[in-house]
């Protein structure tokens, strides 16, 4: 594991993200390293070649200075280049300094993979607006920890949820990447169903090469959907009229 400790001269970026006006990112990589993470793409094209996707991190010092009483008009999503719960933050608590720094105005959505954001939910709670978001999909435990091998179990993003939604919090489930026939949608939104005030459903954005070749050669019929612009164009109607009222669905521009 690679830990790059740096300074930073901003604290927020603009994003095109749906729902979201701005970025916030205490880390930048992630040890939680999915391999189908669209953010290794991102590291190629910027140049962050530190190793292996999954085993190096930059901690952003200072970021939380940066932030200290900033008030910014539109929502705020953390994090986008790397979990701000990811196993380093239970030592480094950079995102809890931050949440700490932050004007509490400030609106807030929150979405990543563990529960460590429970340790977090006092300090949320002082927001006027903040939404947590646990990524759920239907891996099963084989799968997931070859998959997402340092992210925690779908079992502990579900307890993080239920807590957060007892505690008052407005919850939601990102079901993300949907694979056709890998994602059992219908089993994520029964499960997600009584944690969440809403879902959105985000289709696998096939940008990682070794991903690709990976689904190829394990979920062939999985990757021919994919490929395939009249196929993948029925399977998204097909998924927005399974999940009609139920879930929002996000998928790649360039996959059509
Ligand atoms: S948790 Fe998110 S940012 Fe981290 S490796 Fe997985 S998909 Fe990428």
Same mark, same amino acid.
């Given at each position: 594991m690679r830990v790059i400790i740096r300074e930073t001269k901003r604290a927020f970026g603009r994003t095109r993200i749906p729902n979201a006006k701005y970025v916030l990112n205490p *880390?930048? /990589?992630? +040890?939680? /390293? &999915?391999?189908? &993470? *669209?953010v290794q793409s991102l590291a190629k094209r910027f140049g962050w070649r530190y190793g292996e996707w999954g085993s190096w991190v930059i901690v952003r010092k200072n970021i939380y200075r940066l932030v200290k009483r900033k008030s910014l008009n539109g929502w705020i999503l953390v994090s986008s280049l790397g979990d701000a719960y990811q196993p380093i933050e239970r030592k480094f608590k950079l995102t809890r300094c931050v949440f700490d720094a932050i004007d509490h105005n400030n609106r807030l959505r929150i979405l990543t993979?563990?529960? +460590?954001i429970v340790r977090d939910l006092d300090v949320l709670g002082k927001f006027k607006s903040v939404e947590i978001g646990l990524t759920v999909n239907s891996f099963d435990e084989r799968l997931r920890r070859k998959l997402e091998p340092e992210a925690v179990s779908m079992e502990r993003r579900l307890n993080a949820l239920r807590t957060a939604k007892d505690k008052g919090f407005r919850t939601f489930g990102f079901v993300s990447p949907v694979i056709p026939y890998l994602t059992d949608v219908e089993a994520v939104l029964s499960e997600l169903k009584g944690l969440v005030d809403y879902m959105i459903l985000e289709v696998l954005n096939p940008c990682v090469e070794d991903f690709v070749k990976w689904l190829k050669e394990s979920y062939p019929e999985s990757w021919n959907v994919l490929r395939d612009r009249w196929k993948f164009e029925s399977f998204i109607r097909d998924l927005k009229d399974s999940v009609k009222g139920l879930a929002s669905v996000y998928y790649h521009p360039q996959q059509l």
């Open positions: *880390y930048i /990589g992630c +040890l939680h /390293g &999915c391999k189908y &993470c *669209y993979k563990s529960d +460590l």
